[in-house]
């Protein structure tokens, strides 16, 4: 493999699998990296303002770019140099979308440790990813 998309979200599961991917690309000749930030759909992130929908996204935007910043700084030094997506929507759907468009080898990505019951219950969208995906999925607890 060596096209690989990282989803980030900041959290420390998304931190390890990033680890891994820079790890397995880091003697890959021609190896690209792919890190995604997917913004879900905003409700409204300033109650009582009213803010047209374009700022709304452009928020996000902001936002999904301060997460992809950190993780880039974390891999600095690494080879390939990451390319950066922040993507709007459904989280799961983006994520393989991103993969897809990147023409990626495999997903790697951090999953956040719910129990079976919950997982059962609520779905995930580590499970939702897997489900979807046509390259492998690995997750990094």
């Known amino acids: 493999m060596r096209n690989m998309l990282?989803?980030?979200d900041g959290s420390a599961a998304a931190r390890r699998a990033l680890a891994l991917a820079v790890a397995e690309l880091r003697n890959v000749p021609a190896a690209r990296l792919h890190l995604v930030n997917?913004?879900?759909p905003a409700l409204h992130?300033?109650?009582?303002?009213?803010?047209a929908p374009e700022q709304v996204q452009e928020e996000q935007r902001r936002r999904g770019l301060e997460v992809l910043a950190r993780a880039r700084d974390a891999a600095r030094g690494s080879a390939p140099e990451p390319e950066l997506h922040v993507r709007m929507g459904q989280v799961a759907e983006e994520i393989v979308s991103c993969a897809s468009e990147?023409?990626?080898d495999a997903i790697v990505m951090g999953t956040r440790g719910l129990g079976a019951a919950a997982a059962a219950a609520l779905g995930?969208?580590?499970m939702r990813v897997v489900?979807?995906?046509r390259m492998p999925v690995i997750l990094v607890k």
Do not use: E, I, M, Y
């Open 38 to 40: 997917v913004q879900a």
């Open 124 to 126: 995930s969208v580590a």
């Open 6 to 8: 990282v989803p980030v």
């Open 131 to 133: 489900h979807l995906a």
């Open 45 to 51: 992130p300033w109650p009582g303002k009213l803010v």
């Open 102 to 104: 990147q023409d990626c």
